[in-house]
């Protein structure tokens, strides 16, 4: 199948890319260099060349803090919203299916119940979640084939992550203060691709939650994983004795830009009710993330 993946420099992109080369797919990778997804010219002219059958969709503004600034909302909104109904509108004149990836920063993130994937009680609390939601009714509106996965708490070789900025924070410090009222599962791009490959794979569209198994968890309990696991990889400069984790509530820990939603549960139930294989423990997850790391 040939398969078109935007934001392929990104974390889950560049996974997503790796995952169709291993399974033998035509798989073709755009980043703004080669398609600028806020230009309906650009993004018609750039389909129509390569006439994909599938869409797998990771392009994003993601920085969440900075999405608040005035002068930068504008931006936001044509990536998130206008550039994913760009791409959503050429989808439909090609016939060819689409997936988007959305967060469940959709959500107000308010109560302990786990977001359902048909839940369309939809109350984003910042810029960031509302252009993502925008995004996620542009694909709803102009297709039938589609799939919509939200995510949270991501984590990937190929850029940033939480996972790296308390790796380096230990090594700097012998106390950490982290939050420990905000809860959600985290999830691994390598094990995520491979279920989004399975999906776009497939015609059973609509919603989905995606996240790592392995229960819900706070930052804290994140963190406290992180360190565990490098120690038991030979890591022992971040072992209890060296370093300090303190829960805090959000309130303590300060204001952000953008406010967090402290419930980032995601039900995803469904995944094994259409047939697909869960992803890894999150735990799991860590471990392997660590072990290729060079520190």
Same mark, same amino acid.
């Given at each position: ?104 920063? /959709? $959500?107000?993130?308010? #109560?302990? *119940? ?5 839940? &369309?009680?939809? @109350? ?29 708490? /991501? $984590?990937?070789?190929? #850029?940033? *992550? ?5 790796? &380096?924070?230990? @090594? ?124």
């Amino acid at each position: 199948m040939k398969i078109l993946v935007t934001g392929s420099n990104g974390q889950l992109g560049h996974d997503c890319m790796n995952e169709l080369k291993v399974r033998n797919h035509d798989a073709i990778g755009v980043d703004i260099e080669e398609m600028d997804i806020t230009v309906l010219a650009s993004v018609e002219k750039e389909l129509n060349e390569i006439k994909p059958e599938a869409v797998i969709h990771c392009a994003a503004w993601t920085a969440v803090d900075d999405a608040e600034d005035e002068g930068k909302k504008e931006k936001v909104h044509l990536i998130n919203a206008i550039g994913t109904e760009n791409i959503a509108k050429i989808c439909k004149q090609l016939g060819c299916k689409m997936m988007y990836i959305s967060t469940d920063y /959709v $959500f107000d993130g308010k #109560g302990q *119940n786990p977001w359902q994937p048909d839940c &369309k009680d939809f @109350k984003p609390l910042n810029v960031y979640g509302r252009t993502k939601l925008d995004g996620e009714f542009a694909v709803s509106r102009n297709l039938n084939n589609y799939f919509i996965v939200r995510i949270a708490w /991501v $984590f990937g070789q190929n #850029g940033n *992550n939480f996972i790296n900025t308390m790796l &380096k924070l230990g @090594k700097n410090s012998d106390k950490i203060t982290v939050v420990k009222d905000q809860i959600g599962t985290p999830t691994y791009t390598i094990d995520l691709a491979r279920l989004l490959i399975d999906m776009i794979e497939s015609e059973k569209y609509g919603y989905y939650h995606a996240t790592n198994e392995g229960g819900y968890i706070s930052w804290y309990d994140f963190t406290k994983e992180i360190f565990r696991q490098a120690v038991a990889l030979g890591h022992a400069e971040y072992s209890e004795d060296k370093i300090t984790v303190i829960p805090v509530t959000t309130t303590e820990y300060g204001v952000s830009k953008a406010s967090r939603p402290f419930n980032s549960r995601l039900d995803k139930s469904k995944l094994i009710e259409n047939g697909f294989t869960p992803l890894p423990t999150w735990q799991d997850a860590v471990k392997r993330y660590i072990q290729d790391l060079e520190f």
